[in-house]
């Protein structure tokens, strides 16, 4: 029974396309969270949802827009893609009670942009 | 600036040793440190965690010290079996940053049987 689970697992694209990555949690839980792994491997946080509202937005590109329509899914929308932007993305998920920091991750999405 | 650093890039054991892998942080306001495990092609599954106001949590086979003086933190797992090998990373959050986590690089753990 897959707890947080993220489609496509696999994307590839061209450059200046726009597309969308999708995530669902069956946790119950109120946080969810955009991971970004670039090439030399760290895990770098994008962006935080509680309970469908934006509480931490990093320095992203205005490229990337989250939208959370229900506290359990959220989905990563990528405007004009760049080379630069081949990574794989994890979404998490977390309760709000403590301990709210352990997170549960997706599988991942390979992003590829050509 | 990297505030949380894993300084071993892989890590080599024969099973039933110990595995010591360890991390260093920066910021001082992080409060809770966590350990995470991720084999290719999977998310990060979380493994143990250590609240700054503790010095140790154990959990089975997996061990976490943590060392505020020094800014350090290990993870011990004994004994070590194949199945540990994966890349490992730590992890930091401090409550005045929403909680959000901050990781390592990772390293990566063989066990030889």
């Known amino acids: 029974d897959t707890a947080v689970s993220q489609t496509p697992k696999y994307l590839v694209t061209q450059m200046g396309n726009d597309k969308s990555i999708k995530c669902e949690q069956n946790?119950?839980?109120?946080?969810m969270y955009w991971y970004k792994q670039d090439s030399k491997k760290f895990l770098k946080i994008m962006f935080s949802?509680?309970?469908?509202?934006?509480?931490i937005n990093e320095t992203v590109p205005n490229r990337f827009s989250p939208k959370s329509p229900d506290k359990a899914h959220l989905n990563l929308h990528i405007n004009s893609l760049e080379l630069g932007d081949s990574a794989v993305y994890f979404c998490?998920?977390?309760?709000?009670?403590?301990?709210?920091?352990?997170?549960?991750f997706g599988p991942g999405t390979r992003l590829t942009v050509l | 600036d990297q505030q949380v650093k894993q300084n071993s890039p892989s890590l080599s054991v024969q099973e039933g040793r110990i595995s010591i892998l360890n991390c260093d942080y920066t910021?001082?306001?992080?409060?809770?440190f966590l350990w995470y495990k991720k084999y290719p092609a999977e998310g990060p599954t979380f493994l143990i965690s250590?609240?700054?106001?503790?010095d140790k949590n154990e959990d089975g086979r997996f061990t976490v010290f943590l060392n505020k003086s020094a800014k350090h933190l290990s993870l011990h797992i004994v004994p070590s079996q194949p199945g540990d090998s994966a890349v490992y990373f730590c992890?930091?959050?401090?409550?005045?940053?929403?909680?959000?986590?901050?990781f390592g690089a990772g390293t990566i753990l063989r066990v030889k049987s």
């Open positions: 949802y509680n309970n469908k509202e934006l509480i």
């Open positions: 992890a930091a959050s401090a409550r005045e940053y929403g909680n959000k986590l901050v």
């Open positions: 998490a998920s977390s309760a709000r009670d403590f301990p709210y920091n352990e997170q549960f």
């Open positions: 250590i609240s700054s106001i503790k």
């Open positions: 946790l119950g839980h109120d946080t």
């Open positions: 910021n001082s306001m992080f409060d809770y």
